[in-house]
């Protein structure tokens, strides 16, 4: 359904506006997203509602207490043509997870860290019409790369598994896994070169992020 829907936003503005895109301009963007599952929930850790080397010994007055910081993006993406872009794309995401029993108050962390490295693709959806709107663009892409998972346990982890080894939330605590997603945005040039932008996405890193862009005009086209 979501991707239906992208779809839907798509086709709909590129019926009702033209968007802005020229070959050899660089794009910066900066933005701030929101992943759902990693959010304060240390259920999107495949999908454990524990530590690893704790499976065995579940306690009902066991308690988490976690925090999250939004998701954190920076892209830089050039104008191959006029309607197609390349470029390179990283965030950063962080939890801290706070565990332990009620009951006695013993409390352990672990920090948990997502670092994204794709490429991305954009199809922009412009219109070649001299009457066009150039303060808008709005495009389709994909973005394939890998995550950097790692995770920080406090040293007094390892006092809960005999002292032999960190107990952690990931079986892995340190690991990359392939990440794609498939993206609408659209960005509304503000001030000169200077503008917002909004995307949403399907897969990792984020569902939706916004903040702002600015455009260095390398080299218009003829």
Same mark, same amino acid.
């Given at each position: 359904m979501k991707g239906v829907f992208i779809l839907l936003v798509a086709v709909l503005f590129d019926v009702c506006v033209y968007a802005q895109n020229e070959k050899g301009q660089l794009v910066i963007n900066l933005g701030i997203g929101y992943s759902p599952g990693f959010d304060g929930d240390i259920t999107f850790l495949n999908s454990? &509602?524990?530590?690893?080397?704790? /499976?065995?010994?579940? #306690?009902? #007055?066991?308690?988490?207490?976690? /925090?999250? &910081?939004?998701? &954190?993006?920076?892209?830089? #993406?050039?104008?191959?043509?006029?309607r197609l872009s390349t470029g390179i794309a990283t965030s950063y995401q962080n939890e801290n997870v706070k565990w332990g029993f009620e009951s006695n108050q013993l409390y352990f962390s672990d920090n948990v860290t997502r670092i994204n490295t794709s490429a991305r693709i954009l199809f922009h959806l412009n219109k070649d019409n001299p009457d066009a709107n150039m303060d808008f663009d709005h495009y389709i892409g994909i973005r394939p790369g890998f995550c950097y998972w790692r995770d920080i346990p406090s040293s007094n982890n390892q006092t809960i598994n005999n002292g032999f080894d960190e107990t952690t939330f990931l079986n892995h605590p340190n690991y990359f896994t392939f990440c794609f997603q498939v993206l609408y945005g659209m960005r509304l040039y503000l001030v000169n070169d200077l503008a917002f932008h909004f995307e949403v996405g399907i897969g990792q890193p984020f569902l939706i992020e916004c903040g702002f862009t600015y455009r260095i005009q390398t080299r218009k086209e003829d």
């Amino acid at each position: 359904m979501k991707g239906v829907f992208i779809l839907l936003v798509a086709v709909l503005f590129d019926v009702c506006v033209y968007a802005q895109n020229e070959k050899g301009q660089l794009v910066i963007n900066l933005g701030i997203g929101y992943s759902p599952g990693f959010d304060g929930d240390i259920t999107f850790l495949n999908s454990q &509602i524990y530590p690893v080397g704790l /499976s065995n010994s579940w #306690d009902p #007055d066991f308690n988490f207490q976690c /925090s999250a &910081i939004p998701n &954190i993006g920076l892209t830089l #993406d050039y104008g191959v043509f006029k309607r197609l872009s390349t470029g390179i794309a990283t965030s950063y995401q962080n939890e801290n997870v706070k565990w332990g029993f009620e009951s006695n108050q013993l409390y352990f962390s672990d920090n948990v860290t997502r670092i994204n490295t794709s490429a991305r693709i954009l199809f922009h959806l412009n219109k070649d019409n001299p009457d066009a709107n150039m303060d808008f663009d709005h495009y389709i892409g994909i973005r394939p790369g890998f995550c950097y998972w790692r995770d920080i346990p406090s040293s007094n982890n390892q006092t809960i598994n005999n002292g032999f080894d960190e107990t952690t939330f990931l079986n892995h605590p340190n690991y990359f896994t392939f990440c794609f997603q498939v993206l609408y945005g659209m960005r509304l040039y503000l001030v000169n070169d200077l503008a917002f932008h909004f995307e949403v996405g399907i897969g990792q890193p984020f569902l939706i992020e916004c903040g702002f862009t600015y455009r260095i005009q390398t080299r218009k086209e003829d």
